[in-house]
């Protein structure tokens, strides 16, 4: 992978990460859905949570994730694996309003933040990788 970029491949990256997070979103939104009380509408909790989280996603990347991409790619930081660290590590306040209002249920468990937590940190990390996979050019490897 070079250190090359341009606008296009970096909004190409804001796009596909931001549809690549919502999909996560919703796919664990989906699971636990399947065994509740109505696993009827488990597909339409996956599908309230994917638009729910796309423009969430979009905001987050544009807000929080250009800025801090735009220090690291002036440094120098630009492998996949250093998107994934900072998606996992930058993802995480996105629980907080999460906590403000189910707060007490999850805090209350310790598992359950836990759950969350990781999820949410995992689904960053996942999204930086691709982030700056999209962004740069790359040689058909995904290492």
Same mark, same amino acid.
């Given at each position: 992978?070079? &250190?090359?970029? /341009?606008? &296009?491949?970096?909004?190409?990256?804001?796009?596909?990460?931001?549809?690549?997070?919502?999909?996560?979103? /919703?796919?664990?939104? $989906?699971? +636990? /859905?399947? $065994? %509740?009380?109505?696993?009827?509408? =488990? +597909?339409?909790? #996956? =599908?309230?949570? $994917?638009?729910?989280?796309?423009?969430?996603?979009?905001?987050?990347?544009?807000?929080?994730?250009? +800025?801090?991409?735009?220090?690291?790619?002036?440094?120098? #930081?630009? /492998?996949?694996?250093?998107?994934?660290?900072? *998606?996992?590590?930058?993802? !995480? +306040?996105?629980?907080?309003?999460? !906590?403000?209002?189910?707060?007490?249920?999850?805090?209350?468990?310790?598992? %359950?933040?836990?759950?969350? !937590?990781?999820?949410?940190? @995992?689904? *960053?990390?996942?999204?930086?990788?691709?982030?700056?996979?999209? #962004?740069?050019?790359?040689? @058909?490897?995904?290492?």
């Amino acid at each position: 992978m070079n &250190g090359r970029t /341009s606008a &296009g491949a970096v909004l190409a990256a804001i796009i596909v990460g931001a549809a690549v997070g919502s999909v996560l979103v /919703s796919g664990w939104l $989906f699971v +636990p /859905s399947l $065994f %509740g009380e109505l696993p009827e509408l =488990a +597909p339409l909790v #996956a =599908a309230a949570g $994917f638009v729910v989280a796309a423009p969430l996603w979009v905001g987050g990347l544009l807000l929080v994730g250009l +800025p801090v991409w735009t220090v690291l790619h002036l440094c120098g #930081a630009r /492998s996949r694996w250093i998107g994934t660290a900072a *998606g996992a590590v930058l993802s !995480l +306040p996105a629980l907080v309003p999460g !906590l403000v209002v189910w707060g007490s249920a999850l805090s209350d468990e310790a598992m %359950g933040l836990a759950v969350a !937590l990781a999820s949410q940190a @995992g689904t *960053g990390a996942v999204v930086g990788w691709v982030v700056v996979h999209v #962004a740069y050019e790359r040689e @058909g490897t995904l290492a």
